[in-house]
């Protein structure tokens, strides 16, 4: 079965530190990898995707970047974290196939607060 | 920009009662995802549908699919103070990923026991 991990689980970073989330996914190959931002009230954002190693789409100008070194490894980074970078984040994966890619899996979450 | 719209934002209800939650679009979807978030957690997906009219059953829940792919809607028979928690809708375009998917700001439930 395919599990999906995300570190860490809570995060206190101070205003203008770098930032560096990890997720791996575990018992499939080839997944189609997402970094969503929930902030309350305003449900969640797709921050980035990507369908294979090396290739990263973003889907909101910001403060942050993502890379995938590896086939199931998926880091969002900042070089300099701002307050509104402040939310929970969540990794998902999907199958690669166009038809199954709508059915996302989350990982645990990582609580970020930027003081 | 599609934009799926939840109802309502907040439900307080008996153990044992009846509800539905509902989730609505102007857009067309291709598929329509239901999860179920539990604080500091992630989303657990709780059903997939794919096929207008499609109706699926998960013990007493009940996921409806619109005819126009637009609308779900979720119903739990007999709540139980274990089904608390956030329910989010959220509708894919089928495009491999390429949008994601399209999130409702969810419904907060609880059930008293």
């Known amino acids: 079965s395919q599990t999906i991990h995300q570190w860490p689980a809570t995060l206190v970073q101070p205003v203008g530190s770098p930032l560096s989330l990890e997720c791996t996914v575990e018992?499939?190959?080839?997944?189609?990898l997402y970094w969503y931002r929930q902030a309350a009230g305003r449900g969640l954002q797709l921050l980035f995707y990507?369908?294979?190693?090396?290739?990263i789409s973003s889907e909101v100008p910001q403060n942050l970047s993502a890379s995938r070194p590896q086939d199931r490894q998926f880091i969002l980074s900042s070089k300099k974290l701002l307050l509104s970078d402040s939310g929970f984040y969540l990794c998902a994966w999907s199958k690669g196939l166009t038809y199954q890619a709508d059915t996302q899996y989350f990982g645990p979450g990582t609580r970020l607060t930027v003081l | 920009t599609q934009l799926l719209e939840q109802s309502p934002q907040f439900l307080s209800i008996q153990e044992g009662e009846n509800l539905t939650v509902y989730c609505n679009s102007s857009s067309v979807f291709s598929s329509l995802q239901w999860y179920r978030q539990e604080p500091g957690e992630g989303p657990v997906l709780l059903v997939t549908v794919v096929t207008g009219g499609e109706v699926k059953k998960l013990k007493r829940l009940t996921f409806q699919f619109g005819d126009a792919r637009k609308d779900s809607s979720l119903h739990i028979t007999a709540a139980q103070p274990g089904d608390t928690g956030l329910y989010l809708c959220a509708g894919g375009l089928g495009r491999g990923g390429a949008d994601g998917l399209t999130f409702g700001k969810g419904t907060h439930l609880i059930i008293q026991p």
């Open positions: 018992g499939t190959s080839n997944p189609n």
């Open positions: 990507s369908v294979g190693i090396g290739q």
